[in-house]
Protein backbone atom coordinates (compact mmCIF):
# COMPACT_ATOMS: atom_id res chain seq x y z
CA UNK A 1 0.00 0.00 0.00
CA UNK A 2 2.94 2.20 -1.05
CA UNK A 3 4.05 3.86 -4.10
CA UNK A 4 6.11 1.50 -5.89
CA UNK A 5 9.82 2.04 -6.69
CA UNK A 6 9.30 2.93 -10.02
CA UNK A 7 7.67 6.01 -9.39
CA UNK A 8 8.28 9.40 -8.10
CA UNK A 9 4.87 10.37 -7.24
CA UNK A 10 1.58 9.47 -6.38
CA UNK A 11 0.13 10.94 -9.40
CA UNK A 12 2.42 9.63 -11.61
CA UNK A 13 1.75 6.07 -10.39
CA UNK A 14 -1.92 6.60 -10.54
CA UNK A 15 -1.59 7.62 -14.12
CA UNK A 16 -0.07 4.21 -15.31
CA UNK A 17 -2.60 2.38 -13.46
CA UNK A 18 -5.45 3.83 -14.69
CA UNK A 19 -3.95 3.40 -18.56
CA UNK A 20 -3.43 -0.03 -17.60
CA UNK A 21 -6.82 -0.99 -15.83
CA UNK A 22 -8.44 0.90 -18.61
CA UNK A 23 -6.82 -1.35 -21.26
CA UNK A 24 -7.55 -4.57 -18.92
CA UNK A 25 -10.87 -4.10 -17.68
CA UNK A 26 -12.42 -6.62 -19.70
CA UNK A 27 -10.80 -9.86 -17.54
CA UNK A 28 -12.73 -8.42 -14.47
CA UNK A 29 -15.66 -5.85 -15.31
CA UNK A 30 -18.48 -8.90 -15.57
CA UNK A 31 -18.91 -11.50 -12.57
CA UNK A 32 -17.55 -14.75 -13.38
CA UNK A 33 -20.70 -16.39 -13.53
CA UNK A 34 -21.75 -14.00 -16.73
CA UNK A 35 -18.49 -13.92 -18.35
CA UNK A 36 -19.58 -16.25 -21.13
CA UNK A 37 -23.06 -13.74 -21.85
CA UNK A 38 -20.47 -11.17 -21.79
CA UNK A 39 -18.24 -12.34 -24.95
CA UNK A 40 -15.16 -12.59 -22.84
CA UNK A 41 -14.20 -15.73 -24.52
CA UNK A 42 -14.30 -13.47 -27.58
CA UNK A 43 -12.35 -10.82 -25.97
CA UNK A 44 -9.34 -13.02 -24.71
CA UNK A 45 -6.23 -11.98 -27.09
CA UNK A 46 -5.34 -15.10 -29.29
CA UNK A 47 -2.08 -15.42 -27.80
CA UNK A 48 -3.07 -15.43 -24.32
CA UNK A 49 -5.88 -18.46 -25.05
CA UNK A 50 -2.49 -20.39 -26.62
CA UNK A 51 -0.60 -19.36 -24.30
CA UNK A 52 -3.05 -20.92 -21.28
CA UNK A 53 -4.25 -23.89 -23.00
CA UNK A 54 -0.63 -25.24 -23.18
CA UNK A 55 0.45 -23.72 -19.73
CA UNK A 56 1.47 -26.57 -17.22
CA UNK A 57 0.10 -26.18 -13.81
CA UNK A 58 3.55 -25.55 -12.19
CA UNK A 59 3.84 -22.08 -14.55
CA UNK A 60 -0.02 -21.56 -14.02
CA UNK A 61 0.64 -21.59 -10.00
CA UNK A 62 3.81 -19.19 -10.50
CA UNK A 63 1.42 -16.55 -12.66
CA UNK A 64 1.14 -14.64 -10.52
CA UNK A 65 4.10 -14.33 -8.96
CA UNK A 66 5.66 -11.35 -10.60
CA UNK A 67 8.72 -10.93 -8.57
CA UNK A 68 9.71 -14.19 -8.25
CA UNK A 69 9.47 -16.17 -11.65
CA UNK A 70 11.52 -14.54 -14.57
CA UNK A 71 11.29 -18.12 -15.97
CA UNK A 72 7.58 -17.14 -16.71
CA UNK A 73 8.23 -14.56 -18.74
CA UNK A 74 10.87 -16.51 -20.40
CA UNK A 75 8.31 -19.15 -21.41
CA UNK A 76 6.17 -16.73 -23.12
CA UNK A 77 6.30 -16.68 -26.78
CA UNK A 78 3.65 -13.35 -26.67
CA UNK A 79 4.82 -9.86 -26.65
CA UNK A 80 0.84 -8.82 -24.60
CA UNK A 81 1.49 -11.36 -22.51
CA UNK A 82 5.48 -10.15 -21.37
CA UNK A 83 4.00 -6.91 -21.71
CA UNK A 84 1.27 -7.57 -19.36
CA UNK A 85 3.25 -9.21 -16.77
CA UNK A 86 6.35 -6.80 -16.85
CA UNK A 87 3.63 -3.67 -16.42
CA UNK A 88 1.99 -5.04 -13.16
CA UNK A 89 5.53 -5.94 -11.77
CA UNK A 90 5.96 -1.95 -11.80
CA UNK A 91 2.54 -1.26 -10.90
CA UNK A 92 2.79 -3.79 -7.65
CA UNK A 93 4.96 -3.20 -4.44
CA UNK A 94 7.12 -5.95 -3.77
CA UNK A 95 6.22 -5.67 -0.40
CA UNK A 96 2.31 -6.77 -1.73
CA UNK A 97 4.12 -10.29 -1.39
CA UNK A 98 5.82 -10.46 1.66
CA UNK A 99 5.02 -11.95 4.46
CA UNK A 100 4.23 -10.34 7.58
CA UNK A 101 6.71 -10.86 11.07
CA UNK A 102 4.91 -12.78 13.44
CA UNK A 103 3.97 -10.41 16.58
CA UNK A 104 5.12 -11.66 20.26
CA UNK A 105 1.66 -11.17 21.87
CA UNK A 106 0.44 -14.33 21.12
CA UNK A 107 2.40 -16.19 23.61
CA UNK A 108 1.09 -13.58 26.50
CA UNK A 109 -2.68 -12.76 25.52
CA UNK A 110 -4.98 -15.38 26.99
CA UNK A 111 -7.32 -15.96 24.07
CA UNK A 112 -8.59 -18.52 25.82
CA UNK A 113 -10.50 -16.21 27.66
CA UNK A 114 -12.27 -15.23 24.37
CA UNK A 115 -14.57 -18.24 23.77
CA UNK A 116 -16.43 -19.26 20.56
CA UNK A 117 -13.24 -17.82 18.45
CA UNK A 118 -12.20 -19.16 15.17
CA UNK A 119 -8.94 -20.06 14.18
CA UNK A 120 -8.72 -16.79 11.85
CA UNK A 121 -10.15 -14.39 14.06
CA UNK A 122 -8.04 -15.25 17.19
CA UNK A 123 -4.79 -14.77 14.43
CA UNK A 124 -6.40 -11.45 13.82
CA UNK A 125 -7.16 -10.12 17.32
CA UNK A 126 -4.00 -11.46 18.33
CA UNK A 127 -1.71 -9.65 15.60
CA UNK A 128 -4.36 -6.20 15.58
CA UNK A 129 -4.21 -5.95 19.16
CA UNK A 130 -0.06 -6.09 19.24
CA UNK A 131 -0.34 -3.24 16.92
CA UNK A 132 -2.72 -0.83 18.88
CA UNK A 133 -0.83 -2.10 22.21
CA UNK A 134 2.37 -0.23 20.64
CA UNK A 135 0.69 2.59 18.62
CA UNK A 136 -1.99 3.31 21.83
CA UNK A 137 -0.48 3.07 24.71
CA UNK A 138 -1.05 6.62 25.90
CA UNK A 139 -4.25 6.47 25.11
CA UNK A 140 -7.03 6.25 27.17
CA UNK A 141 -10.21 5.57 25.70
CA UNK A 142 -10.58 3.40 22.31
CA UNK A 143 -13.64 3.59 20.22
CA UNK A 144 -13.97 0.46 18.50
CA UNK A 145 -15.94 0.88 14.79
CA UNK A 146 -18.11 -1.68 13.72
CA UNK A 147 -17.20 -3.94 16.94
CA UNK A 148 -19.22 -6.43 16.19
CA UNK A 149 -19.71 -9.09 18.34
CA UNK A 150 -16.89 -7.02 20.42
CA UNK A 151 -13.89 -10.40 19.97
CA UNK A 152 -11.79 -7.27 19.30
CA UNK A 153 -12.52 -5.00 22.56
CA UNK A 154 -12.87 -7.93 24.77
CA UNK A 155 -8.84 -8.79 23.64
CA UNK A 156 -7.94 -5.05 23.96
CA UNK A 157 -9.48 -5.01 27.70
CA UNK A 158 -7.28 -8.45 28.87
CA UNK A 159 -3.96 -6.14 26.85
CA UNK A 160 -4.14 -3.19 28.88
CA UNK A 161 -6.03 -2.70 32.01
CA UNK A 162 -5.93 1.26 31.36
CA UNK A 163 -7.73 1.34 28.96
CA UNK A 164 -11.61 2.13 28.61
CA UNK A 165 -13.08 0.85 25.26
CA UNK A 166 -16.17 1.94 24.00
CA UNK A 167 -17.83 -0.12 20.75
CA UNK A 168 -19.79 1.39 18.28
CA UNK A 169 -21.76 -0.86 16.13
CA UNK A 170 -24.81 -0.14 13.61
CA UNK A 171 -26.40 -3.84 14.01
CA UNK A 172 -28.39 -3.54 17.37
CA UNK A 173 -28.49 -7.87 17.88
CA UNK A 174 -24.47 -7.33 17.69
CA UNK A 175 -24.85 -4.79 20.37
CA UNK A 176 -27.09 -7.02 23.02
CA UNK A 177 -24.73 -9.92 21.89
CA UNK A 178 -21.33 -8.13 23.16
CA UNK A 179 -23.01 -6.80 26.16
CA UNK A 180 -23.95 -10.59 26.66
CA UNK A 181 -20.72 -12.30 25.63
CA UNK A 182 -19.03 -9.62 28.20
CA UNK A 183 -21.21 -10.29 30.83
CA UNK A 184 -20.71 -13.84 31.06
CA UNK A 185 -16.66 -13.99 30.03
CA UNK A 186 -15.48 -10.87 32.10
CA UNK A 187 -17.70 -9.72 34.26
CA UNK A 188 -14.88 -7.79 35.79
CA UNK A 189 -14.41 -5.43 32.53
CA UNK A 190 -17.87 -4.13 32.31
CA UNK A 191 -16.58 -0.83 33.98
CA UNK A 192 -13.88 -0.40 31.62
CA UNK A 193 -16.00 -1.85 28.32
CA UNK A 194 -19.45 -1.18 26.44
CA UNK A 195 -20.72 -0.71 23.41
CA UNK A 196 -23.24 1.08 21.95
CA UNK A 197 -25.91 0.68 19.20
CA UNK A 198 -24.27 3.89 16.50
CA UNK A 199 -23.93 3.57 12.90
CA UNK A 200 -20.83 5.91 12.34
CA UNK A 201 -21.26 8.59 9.48
CA UNK A 202 -18.76 11.17 8.66
CA UNK A 203 -21.20 13.53 11.16
CA UNK A 204 -21.34 11.21 14.16
CA UNK A 205 -19.17 12.99 15.64
CA UNK A 206 -21.18 15.08 18.27
CA UNK A 207 -23.43 11.48 18.49
CA UNK A 208 -19.93 9.53 19.35
CA UNK A 209 -19.26 12.30 22.21
CA UNK A 210 -23.11 11.79 23.73
CA UNK A 211 -22.61 8.29 23.91
CA UNK A 212 -18.97 8.99 26.02
CA UNK A 213 -20.66 10.76 27.94
CA UNK A 214 -23.21 8.07 28.63
CA UNK A 215 -20.83 5.25 29.06
CA UNK A 216 -20.99 5.41 32.98
CA UNK A 217 -16.89 4.99 32.28
CA UNK A 218 -14.96 6.14 35.66
CA UNK A 219 -13.10 9.21 35.99
CA UNK A 220 -14.63 10.55 32.97
CA UNK A 221 -12.72 13.64 32.67
CA UNK A 222 -9.28 11.67 32.21
CA UNK A 223 -10.62 9.99 29.26
CA UNK A 224 -11.67 13.50 27.61
CA UNK A 225 -8.56 14.49 25.39
CA UNK A 226 -6.63 10.98 24.27
CA UNK A 227 -8.48 8.72 22.38
CA UNK A 228 -7.76 6.47 19.45
CA UNK A 229 -10.18 4.95 16.51
CA UNK A 230 -9.81 1.40 16.07
CA UNK A 231 -11.11 -1.30 14.37
CA UNK A 232 -11.34 -5.11 12.84
CA UNK A 233 -12.34 -5.26 9.45
CA UNK A 234 -14.44 -2.12 9.59
CA UNK A 235 -16.63 -2.80 6.16
CA UNK A 236 -17.28 -1.01 3.12
CA UNK A 237 -17.27 2.97 3.68
CA UNK A 238 -16.68 2.60 7.54
CA UNK A 239 -12.61 2.22 7.37
CA UNK A 240 -12.89 6.47 4.97
CA UNK A 241 -15.31 7.29 7.74
CA UNK A 242 -12.99 6.83 10.30
CA UNK A 243 -10.13 8.36 8.44
CA UNK A 244 -12.72 11.68 8.66
CA UNK A 245 -13.33 11.39 11.97
CA UNK A 246 -9.92 11.20 13.10
CA UNK A 247 -9.12 14.54 11.33
CA UNK A 248 -12.37 15.79 12.82
CA UNK A 249 -12.46 14.92 16.70
CA UNK A 250 -9.65 17.21 18.39
CA UNK A 251 -9.20 14.19 20.71
CA UNK A 252 -8.78 11.11 18.61
CA UNK A 253 -5.04 11.32 18.23
CA UNK A 254 -4.56 7.80 16.75
CA UNK A 255 -6.45 5.38 14.30
CA UNK A 256 -6.00 2.13 13.94
CA UNK A 257 -7.84 0.44 11.62
CA UNK A 258 -8.52 -3.02 9.12
CA UNK A 259 -10.47 -2.28 6.21
CA UNK A 260 -12.83 -4.86 4.34
CA UNK A 261 -15.57 -5.10 1.64
CA UNK A 262 -14.45 -1.86 -0.60
CA UNK A 263 -17.08 -3.88 -3.28
CA UNK A 264 -19.68 -2.52 -0.74
CA UNK A 265 -18.57 1.19 -0.80
CA UNK A 266 -21.74 3.52 -1.27
CA UNK A 267 -22.73 4.03 -4.71
CA UNK A 268 -23.30 8.52 -5.83
CA UNK A 269 -26.86 9.16 -7.83
CA UNK A 270 -24.76 8.99 -10.96
CA UNK A 271 -22.89 5.58 -10.56
CA UNK A 272 -20.04 6.87 -9.22
CA UNK A 273 -18.77 6.11 -5.66
CA UNK A 274 -19.34 8.93 -2.44
CA UNK A 275 -15.62 7.02 -1.18
CA UNK A 276 -13.64 6.28 -3.52
CA UNK A 277 -11.81 7.77 -5.55
CA UNK A 278 -10.82 10.10 -2.62
CA UNK A 279 -7.23 11.80 -3.05
CA UNK A 280 -6.68 14.94 -5.35
CA UNK A 281 -3.95 12.71 -7.27
CA UNK A 282 -5.82 9.76 -7.92
CA UNK A 283 -8.96 12.23 -9.17
CA UNK A 284 -6.59 14.00 -11.37
CA UNK A 285 -5.29 11.20 -13.43
CA UNK A 286 -8.86 9.23 -13.55
CA UNK A 287 -9.94 12.85 -15.01
CA UNK A 288 -7.35 13.31 -17.53
CA UNK A 289 -8.17 9.80 -18.97
CA UNK A 290 -10.76 9.81 -22.53
CA UNK A 291 -12.89 6.76 -21.17
CA UNK A 292 -15.28 7.16 -18.46
CA UNK A 293 -14.12 5.71 -15.08
CA UNK A 294 -16.95 3.82 -14.45
CA UNK A 295 -15.29 1.19 -17.09
CA UNK A 296 -12.44 0.84 -14.88
CA UNK A 297 -13.66 1.67 -11.47
CA UNK A 298 -16.38 -0.38 -10.91
CA UNK A 299 -17.91 -2.45 -8.77
CA UNK A 300 -16.18 -5.74 -9.82
CA UNK A 301 -12.97 -3.57 -9.81
CA UNK A 302 -13.73 -3.10 -6.12
CA UNK A 303 -14.90 -6.89 -5.96
CA UNK A 304 -11.20 -7.81 -7.24
CA UNK A 305 -9.41 -5.39 -4.61
CA UNK A 306 -11.40 -7.36 -2.14
CA UNK A 307 -10.97 -11.05 -2.95
CA UNK A 308 -8.72 -14.06 -1.97
CA UNK A 309 -5.10 -12.95 -3.05
CA UNK A 310 -2.73 -14.92 -4.70
CA UNK A 311 -1.53 -17.15 -1.76
CA UNK A 312 -3.75 -19.99 -1.97
CA UNK A 313 -3.22 -19.86 -5.44
CA UNK A 314 0.84 -20.87 -5.61
CA UNK A 315 -0.08 -24.28 -4.04
CA UNK A 316 -3.64 -25.40 -6.38
CA UNK A 317 -3.20 -28.89 -7.57
CA UNK A 318 -4.22 -29.55 -11.35
CA UNK A 319 -7.33 -31.41 -9.95
CA UNK A 320 -8.16 -28.47 -7.75
CA UNK A 321 -7.84 -26.01 -11.06
CA UNK A 322 -9.44 -28.10 -13.46
CA UNK A 323 -12.36 -28.65 -11.03
CA UNK A 324 -12.38 -24.68 -10.37
CA UNK A 325 -12.32 -24.14 -14.03
CA UNK A 326 -15.45 -26.43 -14.78
CA UNK A 327 -17.49 -25.18 -12.52
CA UNK A 328 -17.01 -21.91 -13.65
CA UNK A 329 -17.42 -22.44 -17.54
CA UNK A 330 -20.75 -24.73 -16.98
CA UNK A 331 -21.88 -22.05 -13.88
CA UNK A 332 -21.35 -19.41 -17.05
CA UNK A 333 -23.16 -21.45 -19.66
CA UNK A 334 -26.31 -21.63 -18.16
CA UNK A 335 -26.18 -17.77 -17.58
CA UNK A 336 -25.39 -17.32 -21.09
CA UNK A 337 -28.78 -19.35 -22.28
CA UNK A 338 -31.32 -18.32 -20.10
CA UNK A 339 -33.49 -15.39 -20.41
CA UNK A 340 -33.40 -12.16 -18.27
CA UNK A 341 -36.48 -13.34 -16.57
CA UNK A 342 -34.84 -16.79 -15.01
CA UNK A 343 -31.95 -17.23 -12.64
CA UNK A 344 -29.88 -20.36 -12.62
CA UNK A 345 -29.62 -22.71 -9.81
CA UNK A 346 -26.84 -25.62 -9.78
CA UNK A 347 -28.10 -28.86 -8.69
CA UNK A 348 -25.13 -31.03 -8.13
CA UNK A 349 -21.98 -29.63 -8.35
CA UNK A 350 -19.56 -30.50 -11.43
CA UNK A 351 -16.88 -32.72 -9.79
CA UNK A 352 -13.50 -32.91 -11.06
CA UNK A 353 -13.84 -36.45 -13.08
CA UNK A 354 -17.17 -35.68 -14.18
CA UNK A 355 -17.81 -34.28 -18.12
CA UNK A 356 -20.45 -32.91 -19.14
CA UNK A 357 -21.14 -34.12 -22.83
CA UNK A 358 -24.54 -33.09 -23.95
CA UNK A 359 -27.38 -31.05 -23.18
CA UNK A 360 -29.40 -33.42 -21.54
CA UNK A 361 -25.90 -34.23 -18.83
CA UNK A 362 -26.13 -30.41 -18.52
CA UNK A 363 -29.61 -30.70 -17.18
CA UNK A 364 -28.96 -32.65 -14.32
CA UNK A 365 -26.73 -30.02 -13.25
CA UNK A 366 -28.41 -27.11 -13.55
CA UNK A 367 -31.68 -25.83 -12.92
CA UNK A 368 -33.11 -22.64 -13.90
CA UNK A 369 -36.05 -21.09 -11.78
CA UNK A 370 -38.17 -17.97 -12.10
CA UNK A 371 -37.11 -14.72 -11.03
CA UNK A 372 -40.01 -13.42 -9.01
CA UNK A 373 -40.68 -16.42 -6.92
CA UNK A 374 -39.63 -16.49 -3.70
CA UNK A 375 -38.57 -18.75 -1.25
CA UNK A 376 -41.63 -20.39 -0.38
CA UNK A 377 -42.43 -20.92 -4.36
CA UNK A 378 -40.03 -21.75 -6.22
CA UNK A 379 -41.19 -22.01 -9.81
CA UNK A 380 -38.67 -24.50 -12.05
CA UNK A 381 -38.53 -23.02 -15.61
CA UNK A 382 -38.16 -26.08 -17.90
CA UNK A 383 -35.61 -26.35 -20.54
CA UNK A 384 -36.66 -25.82 -23.94
CA UNK A 385 -34.99 -26.49 -27.84
CA UNK A 386 -34.33 -22.90 -27.91
CA UNK A 387 -32.05 -23.16 -24.60
CA UNK A 388 -30.66 -26.54 -26.19
CA UNK A 389 -29.90 -24.31 -29.49
CA UNK A 390 -27.91 -21.67 -27.49
CA UNK A 391 -26.49 -24.55 -25.37
CA UNK A 392 -25.25 -26.44 -28.62
CA UNK A 393 -23.62 -23.50 -29.73
CA UNK A 394 -21.33 -22.62 -26.69
CA UNK A 395 -20.90 -26.61 -26.47
CA UNK A 396 -19.22 -26.73 -30.24
CA UNK A 397 -17.05 -23.86 -30.24
CA UNK A 398 -15.87 -24.19 -26.59
CA UNK A 399 -16.44 -27.24 -24.38
CA UNK A 400 -13.08 -28.84 -24.62
CA UNK A 401 -11.27 -25.48 -23.91
CA UNK A 402 -13.44 -23.51 -22.00
CA UNK A 403 -12.96 -24.71 -18.85
CA UNK A 404 -9.05 -23.98 -18.80
CA UNK A 405 -10.13 -20.30 -20.40
CA UNK A 406 -12.00 -19.86 -17.31
CA UNK A 407 -9.38 -20.84 -14.93
CA UNK A 408 -7.12 -18.87 -17.19
CA UNK A 409 -9.08 -15.90 -16.58
CA UNK A 410 -9.40 -16.59 -12.77
CA UNK A 411 -5.26 -16.46 -12.76
CA UNK A 412 -5.36 -12.75 -14.75
CA UNK A 413 -7.90 -11.91 -11.73
CA UNK A 414 -5.68 -13.43 -9.60
CA UNK A 415 -2.59 -11.85 -10.85
CA UNK A 416 -4.61 -8.28 -11.27
CA UNK A 417 -5.68 -8.19 -7.45
CA UNK A 418 -3.36 -6.89 -5.58
CA UNK A 419 -2.92 -3.81 -8.35
CA UNK A 420 -6.46 -2.86 -7.38
CA UNK A 421 -6.20 -3.07 -3.58
CA UNK A 422 -2.99 -1.12 -3.78
CA UNK A 423 -4.52 1.63 -5.67
CA UNK A 424 -7.66 1.52 -3.39
CA UNK A 425 -5.89 1.52 0.06
CA UNK A 426 -2.80 4.23 -1.72
CA UNK A 427 -5.56 6.11 -2.56
CA UNK A 428 -6.72 6.48 1.16
CA UNK A 429 -3.49 7.38 2.44
CA UNK A 430 -2.52 10.10 -0.18
CA UNK A 431 -6.38 11.70 0.94
CA UNK A 432 -4.38 11.94 4.51
CA UNK A 433 -0.91 13.06 3.52
CA UNK A 434 -3.03 15.52 1.02
CA UNK A 435 -5.49 16.40 4.14
CA UNK A 436 -2.55 17.22 6.41
CA UNK A 437 -0.33 18.87 4.27
CA UNK A 438 -3.10 21.32 4.20
CA UNK A 439 -3.36 21.89 7.50
CA UNK A 440 -0.40 23.99 8.99
CA UNK A 441 -0.93 22.98 12.68
CA UNK A 442 -1.18 19.17 11.62
CA UNK A 443 1.95 16.61 11.70
CA UNK A 444 0.89 13.10 11.04
CA UNK A 445 2.29 10.05 10.42
CA UNK A 446 0.46 7.60 8.22
CA UNK A 447 1.20 4.02 7.16
CA UNK A 448 -0.06 0.42 6.19
CA UNK A 449 1.29 -2.22 7.30
CA UNK A 450 0.40 -6.31 7.00
CA UNK A 451 0.17 -7.58 9.84
CA UNK A 452 -2.11 -10.93 8.51
CA UNK A 453 -0.88 -14.04 7.26
CA UNK A 454 -3.18 -13.68 3.80
CA UNK A 455 -3.68 -17.34 3.19
CA UNK A 456 -5.62 -17.07 6.23
CA UNK A 457 -7.20 -13.61 6.28
CA UNK A 458 -6.90 -12.09 2.67
CA UNK A 459 -8.00 -8.32 4.07
CA UNK A 460 -4.77 -8.21 5.96
CA UNK A 461 -3.64 -4.84 6.43
CA UNK A 462 -3.91 -1.61 8.54
CA UNK A 463 -3.84 1.77 8.74
CA UNK A 464 -1.91 3.70 10.93
CA UNK A 465 -2.39 7.43 11.62
CA UNK A 466 -1.07 9.49 14.64
CA UNK A 467 -1.03 13.03 14.61
CA UNK A 468 2.18 14.00 16.06
C1 LIG B 1 -16.90 -7.44 9.26
S1 LIG B 1 -17.76 -7.04 10.70
C2 LIG B 1 -16.43 -6.94 11.86
C3 LIG B 1 -16.92 -7.02 13.29
C4 LIG B 1 -15.81 -6.96 14.34
N1 LIG B 1 -15.00 -5.77 14.23
C5 LIG B 1 -14.94 -8.19 14.25
O1 LIG B 1 -13.91 -8.13 13.63
O2 LIG B 1 -15.37 -9.22 14.75
C6 LIG B 1 -18.17 -5.37 10.43
C7 LIG B 1 -19.09 -4.81 11.49
O3 LIG B 1 -19.23 -3.41 11.27
C8 LIG B 1 -20.59 -3.05 11.42
N2 LIG B 1 -20.74 -1.83 10.63
C9 LIG B 1 -20.59 -1.67 9.31
N3 LIG B 1 -20.74 -0.38 8.96
C10 LIG B 1 -20.97 0.29 10.12
C11 LIG B 1 -21.17 1.66 10.41
N4 LIG B 1 -21.14 2.60 9.47
N5 LIG B 1 -21.38 1.99 11.71
C12 LIG B 1 -21.36 1.06 12.67
N6 LIG B 1 -21.18 -0.25 12.46
C13 LIG B 1 -20.97 -0.63 11.18
C14 LIG B 1 -21.35 -4.24 10.91
O4 LIG B 1 -22.66 -4.28 11.42
C15 LIG B 1 -20.49 -5.39 11.43
O5 LIG B 1 -20.86 -5.77 12.72
Redo the contacts with the bound molecule.
Sequence with gaps: MTLPTAFSSAIDYFRASVDFLDAHSWIYHTANTRFIKAGILEKFPHDYVEYFLHLNNSDLNKFPFLYECDEINNGINSSALQTFRSTLRKLIPKEAYDQPNAQSLAKTLPINRLRKISAK?QH?IIQLSEVILSHCGDVSLLL??????G??SESLCLVNQNWCILG????SS?VIAAHKRLQVLMPEARKRVTYKE????ANAGEAIKHHIASSGFEDLQTLLDKWAII????????SV?AIKLFFELASVKCLVIMP??YHKLQHTPDGNFVNFPLSAALKTAAAEKDSKIQSYFNRPFLRLACQETSARWRNCSEKEHLAHGKQMFWRAVADAIIDDAAVVKCQQPIKNVCQIESFAGFCQHYEQRSKETDAQHLTVRLWNEEHEEKFNKIFNSYADVGPKLAEALTCLQTTLQKLCENIVLYDRLCYMQEFADAQPDLKLNVQFQKILDEKLSPRCYVLIAEKL
Design positions: KEDFGSGLYLLEGDRQFVEGLHACADLTCC
